[in-house]
Every structure is written in C-alpha cells, then in structure tokens.
C-alpha cells in the first residue's frame, strides 16, 4: 500500500523527475519530466543523457548537474540552467539533485534522482518586472531632480516649515527611485526595511496637524523637540574609531553610575579594530546596552563585556545575569516604546537602580543608528526559570531570593545577551587577550 502510494504520487507531481543510474541511462521518469523535456517513454533504458541533451549548446548547464551528480556524486540543492528541446523551445528550469541507493544486493549501486520545475514563465514575468521598474526609476528621475531644484527658487519668507516638509518628501521619492534603480541593475541595497523614514514621516505629521490645530502648539513642539532629540541622525562627525578605546570608556562611566549597586562587571577586550562611525553613537549605543543590563540584574549579579575581532567583524557582547525577557516580550524589544509590564510593578524609577526599567526607546534608537552606520544588534534571551511570568517579580538582590542558594545558582536560571556586530576597516592584535575582572 505504502509503495503503491508514493508510485502514484510521483506519477500525479506537477515537476519533473528522473531516476538516472551510474552509466547515466534514465531508469525510471514520471509523465511531467517526459513532456517538459520531450522525452518519448520507449527512449528510457535505451538511451544515456548524453545522446538525450548533448546536441543543444543551452543544454550544457543542465548536463553538467548530471555528470557531477554520476560521475563525482555532487548534489545540487537547487540551480537555475536552461534547457533547449528538440521542438526548439528554450526552457528555464530549477533543478535539485539527490542520490538514491536501493540494491541490497548491490550497495554501491547508487542513483540520481534529478528533480525539476519549469519556471519559464516565472522568469520571464520576473524580466518584465524589471522592464517596468528600469523605465519608472528612469522617468522618475529627470522630473524629480527639476521640481528639487524649483522648490528652491519658489520658496518665500515665512513658507520655510512647508519647503522644508516638501524638500524631505522629495528627498524620500529620489531615494526610493535610486533604490529601483539599484534593484533593476543588481545592486546591493544601502538600507533594508530602515525605520529612519518613519522618523521622517513622524514628525511632517507632527507639522501638519500643528497647523490644522495651532492652539496645541506649544504641545507639538514639545513632542517634535523629544523625538528630534532621541533620534537625532547627523552622520557628520563620522570617522575612523577604535572600537576598543570606546568600550573601555563606556564600561568605566557605567561602573560610576552603577556605584551604589553590587555587581561584578567584567570585561574581555580581545583585539582592536578601526570602523567608521561618529564615536558619540557608538559610546550612546554602549551606555544604553550596558545601563539595561545594570537595570535588570539584581544586585550579586554578573555583567560581561566582551570585544572580540575577526578580520571580517567585531563583536561587542553585553551578557548579564539578569532576569532575562519572555520570548513574547523579546519579540517586540527592539519595537520601541515598549517594555515588559513587570517594570511598571517596581517601586523605583532612578537610572541604574534594579528594575529601573524604560520606554524602550533606546533600544530603538540602537537599532536606527545600526542602520545608517552598519552595524547589527541581536539579543538572546533566557527568562528566569524561578519568575517565568512578567507579573513574577524579582525581589532584586541574591541573597534574597527565595529560590536559589548562592550566585551561580542565580546565574544558571536566566539572563541576556545583547551583540554588538561592527564590520571594521582593519583589525589589530591585542596585546591584553585576558579577561579583566573587577566589582563594584
């Protein structure tokens, strides 16, 4: 029942399949492989796919996937080739290759299975697209640079809020015309899915609805001067950095605003590296990682900072003891303005203080700033296994909790790690690859 089962499956599949043996003669074919090669069935066994595919140049890719499937028993996970048929129809298919042994009296009897799918049609609707796009990127850009430069003669005093809003939009389409065009030409994209336009978009919507309601004035100016501040992105002062130097910096102003707190701070610098990037960004990135992770580890805790530099990337690693994120909580933790409840239910809100806690926004600054400058952040996260709930308070320090009987105890049942990943310009050895622990 089993066999009868899956014969009738590969006799009803919509892609092709080949079964071919070590000589390379196809031993077994379903119909959909037949007509989308112009194979005729009396063909199979008698015939190699030399003698089948060897007379059409198109076909070279294609029998190259076979050869080292038979001959150096190479598979393909899935490869685009052309195929060209007798009837002078040029396909394009997507092959996979497998091996297949099923002689018991034969173990080293080994076979092919080549399976394929004609997306001829796909390709060329996938050409049209571009066809498309490369003529909108192509009558989008001359229109747009005219109105840029006529915005600027056209501008009267007392209009400036409106031009500007204007400029920035104008700004936005040119930037999305460039991105097709990159598209269209193959290009890596400078920037995906970047939150910095919602920015953008934030605030000329803040200046629309300021003008439509002008008694709430002194309120939208408030709101616009808080998100310019949190999310100022000049990349002006950018230039060459040494990563080092400024986590050394972060770790030693954060262990002075920790002071009143008992933890372990550690620090592993192990290697340096040069990237390009306005060191007050990277110092703001580290404070704020470093200052959740004070935030959230109850005193007798742990803090690591590690640096740790391939001659491809840097990483900077803030692990902490802490009481970790719920994994509904972690997939938000980047969203901004958001926290995990459990922080509205501590008593205090002084900075670096246990369960401080925040709106989030720095972690979305962090990631907005990873995007105009390069680099990535990740978090990892375990919730301590004794609070697994939000409303599960820690009661702030070791010694205290009821659940573990001395620090490592505490350090098993949960915390974060938040990565830092910098793609430098150079890299040096470090002359000091030990850890350097110390307390507070």
């Known amino acids: 029942m089993k066999e009868d089962l899956s014969a009738a499956i590969i006799e009803s599949m919509s892609d092709g399949l080949l079964v071919l043996n070590a000589r390379g003669y196809i031993v077994h ?44 028993r190479e598979t393909r996970r899935y490869q685009e080739v052309l195929f060209r048929r007798r009837d002078r129809r040029l396909l394009d298919l997507a092959v996979t290759t497998s091996f297949l042994g099923v002689s018991a009296e034969s173990p080293e009897e080994r076979f092919i299975v080549v399976v394929f799918k004609d997306i001829t049609e796909l390709k060329a609707l996938n050409r049209a697209r571009n066809r498309v796009l490369a003529h909108l990127s192509h009558e ?45 030409k193959g290009r890596p994209l ?15 919507l803040i200046e629309l609805v300021a003008e439509e309601n002008p008694e ?6 408030l709101i616009r001067e808080r998100i310019e501040k949190d999310f100022s992105f000049q990349t002006s002062a950018a230039g060459p950095v040494r990563i080092a130097e400024i986590v050394r910096k972060s770790i030693g102003l954060t262990r002075k605003k920790a002071a009143p707190r008992i933890l372990q701070i550690e620090e592993k610098i192990a290697g340096d590296a040069i990237v390009v990037i306005d060191p007050a960004v990277l110092e703001k990135v580290l404070l704020s990682l470093l200052r959740n992770a004070v935030e959230n580890t109850p005193d007798g805790g742990r803090i690591r900072v590690a640096l740790e530099v391939t001659p491809d990337e840097a990483r900077i690693s803030v692990q902490d003891t802490g009481t970790g994120i719920t994994d509904e909580s972690l997939k938000q933790i980047f969203g901004g303005f958001y926290h ?94 030990e850890a350097n622990g110390s307390e507070l």
């Not at 400078?190 to 000329?204: E, K, T, Y």
């Not at 974060?416 to 990943?421: A, C, H, R």
């Open 140 to 184: 989008l850009k001359t229109p747009l640079s005219i109105v840029l430069a006529s915005i600027k003669r056209l501008v009267r005093p007392g209009d400036e809020k409106a031009a500007d809003r204007v400029q920035r939009n104008l700004d936005r389409l040119l930037a999305i015309q460039m991105e097709v065009e990159d598209i269209v």
């Open 216 to 221: 709430h004035n002194r309120a939208f100016d």
């Open 29 to 72: 074919s379903n119909p959909a492989a037949l007509e989308t090669l112009n194979i005729r069935p009396e063909e199979l066994f008698t015939k190699t796919y030399l003698e089948l595919f060897m007379e059409e140049q198109e076909n070279d890719a294609f029998n190259d996937i076979l050869f080292e499937g038979i001959q150096n």
């Open 190 to 204: 400078q920037r995906s899915c970047s939150l910095s336009p919602w920015v953008d978009q934030a605030l000329d």
């Open 340 to 433: 995990a409840r459990e922080t509205d239910l501590y008593a205090t809100k002084s900075p670096y203080l246990f369960g401080a806690g925040g709106k989030g926004l720095d972690l979305l600054r962090t990631r907005i700033y990873g995007e105009m400058f390069g680099f990535r952040v990740d978090c990892q996260s375990t919730r301590c296994r004794y609070i697994p709930d939000e409303k599960d308070l820690c009661p702030g320090a070791v010694d205290r909790c009821p659940y573990v009987a001395d620090e490592v105890s505490c350090f098993e049942s949960g915390g974060s790690t938040f990565t830092v990943t910098l793609f430098p310009e150079k890299t040096t050895a470090s002359s000091h690859p």
